[in-house]
């Protein structure tokens, strides 16, 4: 019996994917199967609707927080944390014990992914606990931003800025740090957030400006569904676990304020949308991927679903991508992922801050896949 339910549920993995040591290999043949089992199979085949789908996702989560690593308590000799409310928002809050101890008076503000939808501090206490010790400055932030659909665009946005300016405003006295030396950091839809409030403040010409911005794999689109990358998953990683277009397309209208329950088809016609993005920006081995000018033949378009999503895909509130002018933001680092459907995005964007004259750092990772920090503990390509 169990061979036979091994023969079924076994997907071959890419060649190249978490392949820097055995043990990661090994780590990723047990993970995968797992999570298509209790997250990718009950939301495509066993729910009947969007709402069913965005609570499996949800309480999937549990699965994923006994992945990432045993329950922490809050007794660490160097560390304090605590749960607290900034000017009405949830947050993580980390600072050593000793003040005067370390190593830098900056400050990082993390924000967590999750597609604006699932997901929360809980889930990446580990990897932020892990962050807040390596990084070691006077105070270490991790946001616990209001949730789509419930709270849609740009509530998220909003929660993330009143806990920036809490910290400019109370962050000195509190915690003695340097307000010009805060760091915005995010993955996935956290990254789009790190990179929205970049923008915004550099655009408002707000002060303190923000000293850097640590983009992980981010999410910065949601017009194109049909880039390289896309269709690279599509083709060699289709019912695999790793984040998915059709879940990225009920992510945006989650976050949009869309009724997904009302119009089951729009997700789907999602994934067929194909705009804006400039594939020359991206270096040859990722257009190598698949021939650019072979797109699929779309289905009939939903005019609908254009007309309510437009002015949602061109907002760089929404997408930051589709912001025309980078000069003067935040000096960058971008993290892209070889197994991802965002390589294309996070790529692109950092291509273009570097054009704007943005001091950039592009790290790519040839073995990584999509959200591999959250399991940092049981994978050393995560390290």
Not at 160 to 167: G, K, Q, T
Not at 205 to 227: C, E, H, N, T, V
Not at 331 to 350: Q, R
Request: glycine share 6%.
């Amino acid at each position: 019996v169990i061979l036979v339910f091994g023969v079924i549920i076994y997907r071959p993995l890419p060649d190249k994917l978490a392949a820097s040591t055995t043990s990661d290999r090994v780590t990723i043949h047990i993970f995968d199967p797992l999570a298509r089992l209790f997250y990718y199979y009950p939301t495509r085949y066993l729910c009947p609707s969007a709402d069913c789908r965005l609570q499996w996702m949800r309480k999937a989560s549990a699965l994923l927080k006994w992945i990432v690593g045993p329950s922490m308590d809050d007794n660490d000799p160097h560390l304090h944390m605590e749960t607290t409310h900034w000017d009405g928002v949830k947050v993580r809050i980390y600072y050593p014990r000793d003040i005067a101890a370390a190593e830098s008076d900056g400050a990082i503000l993390y924000t967590h992914g999750g597609g604006f939808s699932i997901w929360d501090t809980k889930i990446y206490e580990s990897l932020t606990r892990k962050l807040a010790q390596q990084m070691s400055t006077r105070l270490f932030v991790s946001i616990d931003y209001r949730l789509a659909p419930e709270t849609p665009f740009p509530g998220a946005i909003d929660d993330c800025e009143r806990v920036l300016e809490y910290i400019i405003a109370h962050g000195p006295q509190k915690f003695g740090i340097d307000p010009k030396k805060i760091v915005v950091m995010g993955d996935s839809a956290g990254g789009n957030l790190a990179a929205v409030i970049s923008q915004r403040r550099t655009s408002r010409g707000s002060l303190p400006k923000i000293l850097g911005q640590a983009l992980l794999y981010p999410w910065l689109q949601m017009s194109d569904l049909q880039s390289p990358s896309y269709r690279y998953w599509n083709r060699e990683m289709d019912k695999l676990t790793f984040l998915d277009p059709l879940t990225l397309a009920h992510f945006t209208l989650w976050y949009a304020g869309i009724d997904v329950q009302a119009r089951p088809d729009f997700a789907q016609a999602m994934t067929e949308f194909r705009h804006y993005m400039d594939y020359s920006l991206l270096p040859g081995p990722f257009q190598d991927k698949l021939n650019c000018t072979d797109f699929p033949k779309l289905n009939s378009p939903i005019q609908e679903l254009s007309d309510s999503l437009t002015p949602f895909l061109t907002d760089p509130d929404f997408a930051p991508l589709m912001q025309p002018d980078l000069s003067n933001l935040p000096p960058a680092l971008v993290l892209t992922c070889e197994f991802d459907v965002l390589i294309d995005e996070g790529v692109i964007y950092a291509q273009r801050l570097k054009q704007a004259g943005v001091p950039t750092r592009w790290v790519h990772s040839e073995h990584g896949f999509h959200g591999m920090l959250s399991i940092h503990s049981r994978l050393d390509v995560a390290q």
